[in-house]
């Protein structure tokens, strides 16, 4: 079974920066599609940014390109996502998910393609 921990959310002021990681551990040697998705108060979960495996194709939501970038490491099997210029809309609980992919290429940007969640961590952009 697949466990995520996420970490490095906080507070900021518009214009700031934050990183944000996740650990991926249970199932060694496999390979897995990766993303990030956002919920803000009383908003659906929306897709961030995503990264595959092997090929370390990346794909962003239009409201984060050029501000976010999404990274990992293959000995801490880490995702982090590197949030610049962050806005006070930027504020929301980030998750990381994750969903086995054999291929390593598979760069999936809808929550309904990810089997595995992280518990959450808030960010919160103040104005």
């Known amino acids: 079974q697949m466990q995520l921990v996420e970490s490095g959310g906080g507070s900021v002021q518009a214009g700031g920066s934050l990183r944000l990681s996740c650990v991926v551990s249970?199932?060694?040697?496999?390979?897995?599609?990766l993303g990030w998705f956002r919920q803000a108060p009383g908003k659906e979960r929306e897709f961030v940014a995503a990264?595959?495996?092997?090929?370390?194709?990346?794909d962003y939501a239009d409201s984060v390109k050029g501000r976010f970038t999404v990274f990992r490491t293959n000995v801490e099997n880490t995702v982090y996502l590197q949030m610049s210029n962050l806005l006070p809309e930027d504020t929301a609980v980030y998750y990381c998910a994750a969903q086995l992919d054999p291929t390593g290429r598979l760069v999936a940007t809808k929550s309904s393609e990810y089997g595995s969640w992280g518990q959450g961590t808030q960010v919160t952009v103040s104005s």
């Open positions: 990264i595959s495996w092997s090929s370390g194709d990346t």
């Open positions: 249970g199932r060694p040697y496999s390979s897995y599609a």
